[in-house]
């Protein structure tokens, strides 16, 4: 089995900046993608950031694009998702999850396509 823990979540103010960590054990894969999802109260999980296990390609929803970095150190297993000039829309529960193999197809921004979920950390940007 594989573990997903996120930390780096906290309570800060609008403009303030986070760097949320993700680090995964229990088992090593070859191959990896890594996400970064969020969830505000009454809504839907929606799609952050997403990195492939090489590093060379990354994905960012339009609510983050110009404002977060999402990167990766293999040989600590752990992604980081930098973000900046937070907004209290920014307000949620982030997630880090684990897809095993690559994706073949634009599919990562799909919360069904991963296998693992780390238990979520908790961003508040108050105004």
């Known amino acids: 089995q594989v573990q997903v823990v996120e930390s780096g979540g906290g309570l800060v103010q609008a403009g303030d900046s986070l760097r949320l960590s993700c680090v995964a054990s229990?088992?090593?894969?070859?191959?990896?993608?890594m996400g970064w999802f969020r969830q505000a109260p009454g809504k839907e999980r929606e799609f952050v950031a997403g990195?492939?296990?090489?590093?060379?390609?990354?994905y960012y929803a339009d609510s983050v694009k110009g404002r977060s970095t999402i990167s990766r150190d293999n040989a600590k297993n752990t992604v980081y998702l930098q973000m900046n000039r937070l907004k209290p829309e920014d307000t949620a529960v982030y997630y880090c999850?684990?897809?095993?193999?690559?994706?073949?197809?634009?599919?990562?921004?799909?919360?069904?396509?991963?296998?693992?979920w780390g238990q979520g950390t908790q961003v508040t940007v108050s105004s």
């Open positions: 999850a684990l897809r095993k193999r690559p994706f073949s197809t634009s599919n990562y921004r799909d919360t069904l396509e991963y296998d693992y």
């Open positions: 229990g088992r090593t894969f070859s191959s990896y993608f």
């Open positions: 990195i492939s296990w090489s590093g060379g390609s990354t």
